[in-house]
């Protein structure tokens, strides 16, 4: 029950302008003498990275523009505004994106250099497509499964243990849940299964 699930939620990802559908091997990056770049991040996002922006801009003398763009219109909008030449240069995304987006021709492989060992193994691992790293994580989440102590003191070692505090937890009335948790995505549900053995 202590094992804590980590798992990269949110990417940096390079984003190049192209028609959709495209080959990969047919992707060229921004040119360089642009000198501006231009950021899709949802609305949480887009506050902080405004800010890093200007601090950016100050020290580099390159524009950088956040626009906010809802997070699960991100990936719906990249192949349109790619084909017509507005598509961004970052976008802030969720990491198991990368598959559709290299095969949608919308992102191009980076090459960290020297920076490369900033990132563990794992979050690189998370951003590599077909041998290629696509993105690097900007932010960790972390998804765990708390106890109440006071209900139940020691921590249970198996789910059928769960299963059983549960049971006695709602029926003794001592709770009107023993167990609860958001069953609407996989991702929530993953550490669960993962966590028991499958």
Do not use: C
Not at 16 to 22: A, D, I, Q, R, S
Not at 126 to 147: C, I, S
């Amino acid at each position: 029950m202590k094992r804590v699930l980590t798992s990269l939620l949110l990417l940096v990802v390079v984003v190049v302008t192209l028609v959709p559908h495209t080959n990969t091997a047919s992707v060229k990056p921004a040119k360089a003498q642009d000198e501006s770049l231009l950021i899709w991040a949802d609305a949480t996002r887009t506050p902080p990275l405004t800010e890093l922006a200007a601090q950016f801009t100050e020290e580099y003398g390159i524009e950088v523009t956040v626009q906010e763009v809802a997070m699960g219109e991100i990936r719906a909008q990249l192949p349109v505004a790619g084909a017509v030449g507005t598509g961004p240069d970052i976008i802030i995304a969720a990491h198991d994106w990368i598959g559709e987006l290299v095969l949608n021709g919308a992102v191009v492989p980076i090459n960290l250099g020297d920076k490369a060992d900033l990132y563990t193994e794992a979050s690189k691992k998370l951003f590599t497509y077909n041998g290629e790293l696509y993105g690097v994580p900007y932010a960790v989440e972390n998804v765990a499964l708390f106890r109440n102590p006071e209900l139940v003191p020691d921590a249970p070692a198996t789910f059928d243990d769960v299963k059983a505090i549960t049971e006695e937890l709602v029926s003794s009335g001592q709770s009107s849940y023993g167990f609860m948790m958001r069953d609407e995505d996989a991702y929530h549900s993953y550490p669960i299964i993962s966590a028991f053995g499958g």
